[in-house]
């Protein structure tokens, strides 16, 4: 079964930085747009940004000017790098591959962001 692996979560004061990083088969990587969402308490998962494999990037209007979506397809990672966050970042975070709008990988257990003082 393919399986995504997102680590770098962790607890960040608001205005601070965290990188995310999430693993992918290299099948999965190469042939689909790759994206982060994130879930907080109560609400639905959302995306939050996406890439293609030729380097198209679209962002969600909150996180825009302060995340930045990335891939390497050496090491089929996609990377979230999150700056000036803000409490309301608070959430799960997970990557997904996108096909027709919709994610298709079974989700796994994200990582979780902590925006607070």
């Known amino acids: 079964q393919v399986q995504f692996v997102e680590s770098g979560g962790g607890l960040v004061q608001p205005g601070g930085s965290l990188r995310l990083s999430c693993a992918a088969p290299?099948?999965?990587?190469?042939?689909?747009?790759m994206g982060w969402y994130r879930q907080a308490p109560g609400n639905q998962r959302e995306l939050i940004a996406s890439?293609?494999?030729?380097?198209?990037?679209n962002y969600v209007d909150s996180v825009k000017g302060r995340f930045a979506i990335s891939r390497d397809n050496a090491r089929n990672t996609v990377y979230l790098q999150m700056n000036s966050l803000k409490p309301e970042d608070t959430a799960v975070y997970s990557c997904n591959a996108i096909h027709f709008g919709r994610a298709i990988v079974p989700w796994g257990q994200g990582t979780q962001v902590t925006v607070s003082s």
């Open positions: 890439m293609t494999g030729g380097g198209i990037r």
């Open positions: 290299g099948n999965v990587f190469r042939s689909y747009v």
